[in-house]
Each structure stands twice: as structure tokens, then as C-alpha cells.
């Protein structure tokens, strides 16, 4: 019996499953594995121990793993595409195949079909295909520059928006919870954490962001209503150029920000609405890690000349 493993190499969490010609056997979540965020050692951390504790699960010794693919930010980069393929071969004599992760994400939620998938975690992208094979793609050229709506995202902006309040003479309950989570003891040295080489952990404050606006902080709760906003004009981008005009190919959503807040949901589906009345915003969120199965598959089958 042939077996496939499926990866989602996400920058706060790596997701990882194990499967066969037909079902899934196992899953596995570790740490981050995102080489450029967290680095080459605890990628290797989070991948091994993603992949060890399926293979366990599942009773597979990873010698059996037919073939891998794993989707990761940066995998168009031929040196991280290198690393994340010469980590797992440490393990496992798999071919590997290392895909961008907008594109296991599409193939979980179309398949080989067209669709457009909106990806908003600790970074985002928008990636999106017609019925042609043509792709697309708006946003995600990085967090100091890119990543509209991401967790990094809102959290960097949640410090603009601390001191913009401030400037205004506002109150915002972010303030002190930001102090806390960072553990600093007043404003200017918030300033200075934020202006940091290397940055400070920003995805972080999303969290606190999300509790802030359930209090019904009016700052917290336009910073997440900005972020749906930039994640459904991203998504717009896409949209326009790959189908100007209707019927347009449904619309998807998957990570972090988009599972955990409904306003980012609820703003992003309104903004879509309001420019394209008839299109298809699915409300069931994608595992991308399936995508990434599913893609493992493919390429062992096709190895077979199934």
C-alpha cells in the first residue's frame, strides 16, 4: 500500500497529513515551519516533529511514504524550496515536491476547478484560477511591505492606531493590553519595541486586538473591519483580472484571521457583495493541509502511471 504525506508550512503552525490511496490516516500539528519567518533550526523542529507524530499515529514508518508535498510562503525561492526538501529528506526518501502555499490552498477548495482563495494568517495572499488554467494573484509580497489583513498585519497596525489615538487624545483599551502582552512598562517604550531590528513578534497583538474589539473597543474594532476591507479589495484584484465580467468563479477563505474573527469574515463577504452582487463567497473555511494530500496523491499516482 502506497502512502502520501500533505504539509501546510505556516508560519505560526505546521500542519501536516498522512494518508492513503483514498483516506486520511493521520494528522499532526507542530510549530511554525515557515523558513523565513522562524529560520532553518526550528523549521526542522516543527517539521520532524509534525511529521514523526503522524507517522506514529498512523503506525507508517516514514521510510514508506511514497511521495510529499508541502506548501510554504517563500517556495518560489529555489534556496527555501532546497532546505525545506533537504529538512525532510532527513527523514524520509519521499520525492518531495515544495509548492507555494496559495496553491495547496486552491486545490483544497476547487480541486483542479477555478476559484479564487483568499489565504489571511500570520501573512496573506490572494490566488485565484479560471476555467482556463490562467492564474492570479494579488498581495503577499511580504510583511514590511504586503500581507494586507494578515495577523502581522493588524498587529503592526495596532500600534499606528495606539499612537494615532494617543495624538487624537483617545482612549483605547489596546494601550494597556498591548503593554501587558509585551511586557513593557509604558508607552515610549512601546515605541521603541515596535521600531526594533528584527521586528517584534506583531502577529501576536492579533489576539489581543480580537479581545479588545469583543469589549467593543471602537479602535480594535475598526482595525479588524480594515482588515476585511484590504483582504476583499485584494480578492476584488484578483476577480477583475482573471473574470471581468459574470459568472465569476466562487470565492474561498482560509487561516487564522478569517477562522477566528467573524467581523473580518462579515466585512470581507459585504465588501465582495457591494462590488460583485452575484458571487459565491463559500462560509465553510479550507484546510489548506488537504490541498496538500490531495497534491501528494497526484504526484505518487502519476509516478505509478495510475
Known amino acids: 500500500m502506497a502512502f502520501y504525506l500533505g504539509i501546510d508550512g505556516g508560519g505560526t503552525k505546521t500542519r501536516c497529513a498522512l494518508g492513503d490511496d483514498t483516506k486520511t490516516l493521520a494528522t499532526a500539528i507542530a510549530g511554525g515551519s515557515n523558513v523565513i519567518r522562524v529560520g532553518e533550526a526550528l523549521a526542522r523542529e516543527a ?7 503522524a507517522c506514529t499515529a498512523a503506525n507508517v514508518a516514514p521510510s514508506h511514504i511514497q511521495s510529499i508535498c508541502v506548501g510554504a510562503a517563500g517556495a518560489a525561492r529555489p534556496e527555501i524550496a532546497g532546505k525545506i526538501q533537504s529538512i525532510l529528506a532527513e527523514l524520509t526518501p519521499a520525492a518531495i515536491e515544495v509548492v507555494g502555499d496559495m496553491v495547496i490552498a486552491l486545490e483544497a477548495a476547487f480541486g483542479a476547478g477555478p476559484g479564487v482563495i483568499a489565504i489571511a494568517g500570520t501573512g496573506s495572499i490572494v490566488y485565484g484560477r479560471d476555467a482556463t488554467g490562467r492564474t492570479a494573484r494579488a498581495g503577499g509580497w511580504g510583511f514590511a511591505i504586503s500581507d494586507e489583513g494578515s495577523g502581522h498585519w493588524i498587529g503592526k497596525h495596532a500600534i499606528s492606531a495606539i499612537l494615532h489615538a494617543l495624538d487624537a487624545g483617545q482612549d483605547t483599551s489596546l494601550s494597556a493590553m498591548v503593554l501587558q502582552t509585551w511586557n513593557l512598562p509604558g508607552l515610549d517604550a512601546l515605541v521603541e519595541a515596535a521600531n ?23 479602535v480594535a474594532q475598526a482595525l479588524l473591519a480594515d482588515a476585511g476591507s484590504q483582504l476583499a479589495g485584494l480578492t476584488a484584484t484578483v476577480v477583475c483580472r482573471l473574470m471581468p465580467t459574470p459568472p465569476h468563479a466562487p470565492i474561498a477563505m482560509t487561516g487564522s484571521v ?45 509516478t505509478k502511471g495510475i
Open 47 to 53: 517539521l520532524h516533529a509534525s511529521v514523526l507524530e
Open 196 to 218: 526594533s531590528q528584527p521586528p517584534p513578534d506583531f502577529p501576536q497583538l492579533f489576539r489581543v486586538v480580537l479581545k479588545a474589539a469583543v469589549e467593543r473597543d471602537s
Open 258 to 302: 478569517f477562522r477566528q474573527s467573524t467581523e473580518v469574515r462579515q466585512i470581507f463577504y459585504n465588501c465582495l457583495h457591494a462590488q460583485f452582487p452575484a458571487l459565491e463567497v463559500r462560509s465553510e473555511l479550507v484546510e489548506p493541509v488537504d490541498g496538500a494530500l490531495a497534491l501528494a496523491r497526484r504526484a505518487g499516482k502519476a
